[in-house]
């Protein structure tokens, strides 16, 4: 700890929003300074790089009308810490973390750095707890459970906000459990798209807290946002035991956001101009989601992302598939066809899902029925191509049989409009859709007997 | 030896930082800052040196002491280590656990292995006996294992006194009339490989009890095989499993820049698993090196040094091991940030030039080898990659191709038809059939090579069929064809796919053999039958 604030005039330069500070004595990588314009307006930044002692800092706020002359930078000591509190709840911040709302700032009862550090592999609970998110498509084949993070790859123009909103709606732990909360964190939302979501967290029962970072707010704070929802996250989360969902839209701007800080800082560009470090830096979000042995509490991230070009191999999916578990993709033909939630089965998938479903999670023939479906939806969507050769009537009788599943499938238990399905629900439509088909093995069936209603 | 010298920080660039110390060599291990963090010198310069700080560097301030230790980054080697999980510096993660709690934060740990446990040492060598390094001075036993202790490099002499009974790895085992002890424990430079008197080709086969590896791609004990494969394609599945049921003697498994929530639940399952040949659980015959992608980048990079010298170690002892890393892309990518770091001149998509020598010099420490005592022993190694965008033509795939022996393609299609293991049976290959030929031949079945050519033949055929079958249907084949068809149908939901979550995970050689023999029989039957039809039309015409 130094013993006084240091404080200089010997400011260098300024680039964008890249500031470069000379004849330092003592600084830290990662420390906040604070930057006092000739107005006494305040701008936070935090150093980046020490060359002796010249400084390079980031800052965070507007730079136009910044001159080095008659600025002064305030050297804090300290690394950026967020400010905790159970109060937290209930509130909208800024991507600076100041309140959005009106109210005065909380009385923070502790702070955390807001980096956070990476949970021990040996201290993490196996996720494994059924959560019901009323989706056929989630609940029945691609099953969320608690500590999980389950992105959205949508693409532009896909009802994605929609499907999340109606996930915050009905989202429920099957015990249902009352310390039960969302973070919601928007970046680089569009109004409209902002003035949405907040009717829909509005509408919900639980409480929430939400980081804002509009479209054309600060790049900068595009990456801060969400390190700050996540250290709250972690704070509600393992040190008061709630079941906290952390919902993260776009992240593709987030990601946009990075390769645009990266280049300001001249790093060395990776495929399609991202920075080489994208994997490890999604990393250290997407890894905070969990359970750990020492509380009750669990972190599940929702991530919604926009595939660019519609392009599931475009760095940002990509990178987020390799880290998360499992993801689920939104389909444009499906949404053309007039289904919703236009969840395409085939190319989503839950990581954890074995371990959250059967007997004692959900029903006991989860997993083979789950199993039953999605081999004959991927069979009839096969066939499906061989019928944009062959056309309907150069086909086998069986063939066409799997081709009307594969749309009846599509049209009732894909398709559920704004219907919540329980996970009973769901899974006896899927039995009854089997039924139809004639498809049901006998295992099933008797499970059916004893099960239905 | 040990010469401790401080300087200061002049210049920090993320885990990237410069010191005014001159008199520090090459890769030397470094405290950096008040918090003694890990480095490693990587960059000696006219009035500084470059080091690489292996923690995270937040907070670390413009002026705060370096301290040269003298020695390079080592890997610590001796009993204990089973069934523990490192960090890829080799830091306890439990201990870790006791010290920060649910969450790691930069401290100094003083070893990896529990100095003070009391083992139970008998001696194999006497007083009056010359010991040189490699030499058995005798065995701990620890778990299902007989853990031979050897004296370490650059040891000669006589013994003078020798330990028998209880001890702990803190006090000498042994004393040398020239003055030198042997401890219970050595240490190793991770980035060396360690000695041996010779390489032998691979002979035998490390089973690991999927069919499609087994009977079509076989890894052979000693050699590399590389799965690559997009997301959702199951490599860590796969490399679990295989670590799981492997017929080796010990696992190293290298969690490298992948999930946390895996790593948890690897652990729960190998807890709770038995190895069938010791009946004692799997973790006893397992070394788990993790660094998820969530912790510092730069240890992550040393991680794979950790397990293969652990891996070698092991193999220096006499035992069969697998080293399982998933996935090696993410140790190029650390590579690749590190390089950046430096500022070196970057190569193809940004990777460092030398990518492919230190990948082909890391796929070179596998092997099967005299020990300095005398035994067998071998180093496999099976490593997943990540190419991005599932894109094979990518530099880290392709410095692989180059060094390992086998290739095992994760197929995306084959995934998202639920088909697992999703290994491509076209595109995969393994050199090492040939060799293992012979093993197959002699200890499984005579005609495992005429099954396993025609099973290729079967599936060969089917590709070029399936074209033709989309136009045309399956009634517009020949009735040889259709034939072909549902055979090939029958070796892929019943023969190659191979659930990871049912008894099936592990499939014995032998019953390997019987499945397929079974298909393959009904198809040459078919094919008689039809051959005979067809000859009496031809007779007809």
Redesign the interface.
Known sequence: MRLAEHKYRTTSGIAGQLLNVEN????????VVKVIGPHGDMIEGEI??????NILIQLFGETRGLNTQNMEIVFTDV?RQVPLARDILGRRFNGSFEPLDGLPMFYASESR?A?????????????EEFIETGISTIDGLNTLVK??KLPIFSCAGLPAKELVAQILQNARLRESSKKFAVIFVALGLTFHEYSFYLEALQNIESEFAAFINMADDPVMERLMAPRFALTVAEYLA?DHDMDILVLITDMTNYCDALREISNARK?????RGYP??M??DL??LY??A?R????QGSITMIPVITMPEDDI???IP??T???T???IVLSRELHQQGVFPPVDV??S?SR?M??GIGADRTREDHRDLA?ML??HY?KGR?LK??EA??GRD???EADRLFLEFATVFENEFVYQGAEARSIYKTLDKGLEILERFDLLPDNLKKNDRNRTL | MKKETVGRIITISGATVRTDLTNLTLFERVSVGENNLTGEVVKLEKDGTVLQVYEDPSGLGLYEPVKGHGVSLATTLGPGLLSVMFDGLQRPLDALADKTGSFIHPIHLSSALDLKKKWSFTKLVNNGDTVTAGVKIGYINEGPFQHPILAPAGIKGRVEEIAQGTTCLEEPICFLDNGSKIFGYQTWPMRVPRPYKRKISPRGPVITGQRTIDFLFPLARGGTSIIPGGFGTGKTILEQTIAKHADVDIVIYAGCGERGNEMSELIEEFLHLDDPRTNCPLMERTVLVVNTSNMPVAAREASIYTAVTLGEYYRDLGFHVLLLADSISRWAEALREISSSLEEMPGEEGYPTYLASRLSSFVERAGVVETLSGDIGSLSMILSVSPPGGDFTEPVTQALLRTSGAFLMLDTTLANSRHFPAINWMQSYSLYQNILAEYFKKNISNDWEVLRSLCREIMHKEEALKEIMEIVGIEGLQEQDRLVMTVAEKIRSGFLAQSAYTEDAFCDPRKTMEIIRSITDQFLKGREQGSGKSGNETRRT
């Open positions: 330092v004595h003592a600084a830290r990588i990662g420390e980046l790089e020490i060359v002796n002692g690394i750095p980096r956070g550090y990476p949970i021990n592999p040996v201290a993490r609970l196996r996720p500590g999980q393992f790093e060395l560009p990776g495929r080489g470090y994997y490890s990393a250290s890894e905070r969990g750990i042995r020492s509380s191999t475009h760095p990509d990178l598939g390799y880290i578990e499992g993801q085939l190319p998938l954890l074995q371990k199993n999605y081999k991927a096969e191509k061989l050769i062959v150069g086909m086998a």
